[in-house]
């Protein structure tokens, strides 16, 4: 992303923890060799083949006051050799080592990747405690629980390149005995999924009432695909199953991700970049319904860098996070914008 859309920073003493970003290197040889572009996703795949600590760093260091971090897994730097249940192992051993370079203080006070949440494979049931078990070693201290994505839908063409399974992952009972092994641990669970299958998540979250849930990006909206032009029709769909998975206590949810072309909002990839303030006015029924329904006490901002560049640079996000915000007591910025994420992923700053 280029600085074309660059706007004076907005609140630059607010401190943010960012709570979720991936980092990633994908050569040029494996990029050419890619198909044809069919999916906004993959424009982005080709748009930032390398996003490491200096990428990470840089965005951090563009204005707003980024104080720490949580890395949210993406199939990063796995194991290439040992049992494939224990390949994402070197997801973790590869983001300590970042989150070691910044705790050097080198680099300054920012803590990057002050929580690392990683992944494996639940549906190992009750064998996956040892690939936990490793991960949290992996984490020297830093580990907080796991995502598995349910990301799934009938039509190809809404995940592209993302459409890898069926629908259902979170009912299997397999994956509910391995979910039935985390809590014990200490750890939490992200979920990705799209809207339509939100149900599965309130079933998930109200079998297992103990088990701290994080949804990410809002459960993503849908208005590409089958869904082009029924994003609006199916909101209300949205908000009540955002209503409904409000009511486990358990359950927080990030504000986010709406940047991405899931949604099918004209900010994606738009030419010019849209402001921070035409972000913030498609993005507000979508993080005040969470925010009415969640309470600022279980909600955060997440950039999903790089992911969410398709639509803004870092620094043009927060700003529409704070545009969003603004009519927020200090309080309220604080839990938005750093306490809560701060507590759900147990971070110590």
């Given at each position: 992303?280029?600085?074309?859309?660059?706007?004076?920073?907005?609140?630059?003493?607010?401190?943010?923890?960012?709570?979720?970003?991936?980092?990633?290197?994908?050569?040029?040889?494996?990029?050419?060799?890619?198909?044809?572009?069919?999916?906004?996703?993959?424009?982005?795949?080709?748009?930032?083949?390398?996003?490491?600590?200096?990428?990470?760093?840089?965005?951090?260091?563009?204005?707003?006051?980024?104080?720490?971090?949580?890395?949210?897994?993406?199939?990063?730097?796995?194991?290439?050799?040992?049992?494939?249940?224990?390949?994402?192992?070197?997801?973790?051993?590869?983001?300590?080592?970042v989150a070691a370079m910044s705790a050097s203080n080198v680099y300054g006070p920012l803590r990057a990747c002050a929580g690392i949440v990683g992944h494996a494979d639940l549906k190992l049931g009750e064998a996956v405690v040892e690939v936990l078990e490793a991960?949290?070693?992996?984490?020297?201290?830093?580990?907080?629980?796991?995502?598995?994505?349910?990301?799934?839908?009938?039509?190809?063409?809404?995940?592209?390149?993302?459409?890898?399974?069926?629908?259902?992952?979170?009912?299997?009972?397999?994956?509910?005995?391995?979910?039935?092994?985390?809590?014990?641990?200490?750890?939490?669970?992200?979920?990705?999924?799209?809207?339509?299958?939100?149900?599965?998540?309130?079933?998930?979250?109200?079998?297992?009432?103990?088990?701290?849930?994080?949804?990410?990006?809002?459960?993503?909206?849908?208005?590409?695909?089958?869904?082009?032009?029924?994003?609006?029709?199916?909101?209300?769909?949205?908000?009540?199953?955002?209503?409904?998975?409000?009511?486990?206590?358990?359950?927080?949810?990030?504000?986010?991700?709406?940047?991405?072309?899931?949604?099918?909002?004209?900010?994606?990839?738009?030419?010019?970049?849209?402001?921070?303030?035409?972000?913030?006015?498609?993005?507000?029924?979508?993080?005040?319904?969470?925010?009415?329904?969640?309470?600022?006490?279980?909600?955060?901002?997440?950039?999903?860098?790089?992911?969410?560049?398709?639509?803004?640079?870092?620094?043009?996000?927060?700003?529409?996070?704070?545009?969003?915000?603004?009519?927020?007591?200090?309080?309220?910025?604080?839990?938005?914008?750093?306490?809560?994420?701060?507590?759900?992923?147990?971070?110590?700053?």
């Open positions: 992303m280029t600085d074309a859309g660059a706007e004076p920073i907005l609140e630059p003493d607010l401190p943010i923890v960012d709570p979720h970003h991936h980092l990633w290197d994908r050569p040029a040889a494996a990029i050419a060799a890619l198909p044809p572009p069919k999916h906004g996703f993959d424009h982005i795949i080709r748009r930032v083949p390398r996003y490491l600590w200096d990428e990470l760093l840089a965005d951090m260091r563009r204005g707003h006051n980024v104080v720490a971090t949580v890395y949210m897994e993406c199939g990063a730097m796995y194991r290439a050799d040992g049992p494939a249940a224990l390949k994402p192992v070197g997801e973790i051993e590869f983001v300590n080592g991960e949290i070693a992996a984490g020297g201290g830093r580990f907080r629980g796991i995502r598995q994505s349910a990301s799934a839908d009938e039509d190809p063409d809404v995940l592209g390149p993302l459409h890898r399974q069926g629908g259902g992952l979170y009912l299997q009972e397999d994956f509910r005995r391995g979910f039935a092994r985390l809590a014990p641990l200490g750890l939490s669970f992200d979920a990705w999924m799209l809207e339509p299958q939100l149900p599965d998540l309130i079933d998930l979250a109200r079998t297992f009432p103990d088990t701290t849930i994080v949804l990410d990006h809002v459960g993503t909206p849908l208005g590409v695909g089958r869904y082009a032009g029924r994003r609006e029709e199916r909101f209300p769909i949205w908000r009540d199953a955002i209503r409904e998975l409000a009511k486990s206590p358990k359950v927080n949810v990030k504000l986010g991700g709406l940047a991405m072309v899931f949604p099918g909002f004209p900010s994606f990839m738009s030419d010019p970049p849209a402001t921070s303030v035409e972000l913030a006015a498609e993005w507000k029924p979508y993080i005040e319904t969470c925010i009415e329904a969640f309470g600022v006490e279980r909600c955060m901002f997440e950039s999903n860098f790089p992911v969410d560049i398709g639509s803004c640079s870092y620094d043009v996000l927060w700003n529409a996070f704070k545009v969003l915000a603004k009519g927020c007591t200090p309080a309220e910025k604080t839990a938005l914008f750093s306490g809560t994420a701060t507590k759900v992923y147990r971070l110590e700053l």
